[in-house]
């Protein structure tokens, strides 16, 4: 070729890209090395810019260098592959939807991101306490969809749990009678025994859960201890052992 040819610096200016980027193209066989002049620098030909301009072409698109590798030489059309990438982008669109539908409705309604959609519009609908606004982050995680929904559907209809201040200020010394006169009072709070009466009992509630009864039943312990103190914890297995009447459905719904 003699001192015909472009330089590395031109190649790449006609290219609309970089020296460091052909070196880089070397480096991982998509470009073969060019021929060199007399005085020894590289001298790149037509075929060398149509290479280049390909490879930008390819990779702008969304291939990875290692795709566009895979067509090696060939100055064919690359239909299979480019059919595979519509594919792969049409698939993309369609999570960038659904992700933009459920960023509006985060915003919109000032849902829990930690929480699912469902769940978290149904949680900060209802103003759940702080305590079982977190619980209830655990729950989502470990509890079957069906005891999930079961919940969410019972927070759309009015029946958050325990929103009693005596509750909340219950030290972890509290006195017997005072634990029995509360769990008393929150059995007859009419969102919790609605509560009581629609969800799932204890027995049924981990029946689901994905990663089975055990680490369900572990998550939701380890999460109680450390958002309830004793006496707290107290009131709540007195109520839950408490005669609620419930409904024929959540009866059947159990194993």
């Not at 829990?112 to 606004?133: C, M």
Request: aromatic share 4%; with cysteine; net charge positive.
């Amino acid at each position: 070729m003699g001192n015909a040819g472009w330089s590395t610096r031109q190649l790449a200016e006609l290219a609309g890209t970089t020296v460091r980027a052909v070196r880089h193209y070397h480096a991982v066989g998509l470009v073969a090395e060019p021929e060199r002049r007399t005085n020894g620098y590289k001298s790149y030909g037509v075929h060398h810019l149509v290479r280049v301009l390909r490879i930008r072409r390819l990779s702008g698109l969304g291939l990875s260098l290692p795709r566009v590798a895979e067509l090696g030489e060939a100055d064919g059309h690359p239909r299979e592959m480019l059919s595979t990438l519509e594919k792969e982008l049409t698939a993309e669109i369609d999570r960038l939807r659904r992700t933009r539908e459920e960023v509006a409705s985060l915003l919109r309604q000032s849902a829990p991101i930690d929480l699912p959609p469902g769940l978290g519009r149904a949680v900060a609908q209802a103003d759940v306490p702080a305590a079982e606004r977190l619980l209830t982050v655990v729950m989502a995680q470990v509890l079957g969809p069906s005891v999930i929904d079961a919940y969410a559907r019972t927070l759309r209809a009015g029946g958050a749990g325990f929103r009693i201040p005596a509750f909340d200020r219950l030290p972890p010394d509290a006195e017997e009678r005072t634990r029995r006169e509360l769990a008393e009072r929150c059995r007859l709070n009419p969102r919790l025994r609605r509560l009581l009466a629609t969800f799932p009992s204890p027995r049924e509630l981990c029946a689901d859960a994905p990663r089975g009864e055990r680490h369900a039943r572990r998550a939701l312990t380890l999460a109680l201890l450390d958002l309830y103190n004793p006496a707290q914890i107290d009131v709540l297995l007195r109520v839950h052992a408490l005669e609620v009447p419930r409904s024929p459905a959540v009866r059947r719904a159990g194993p």
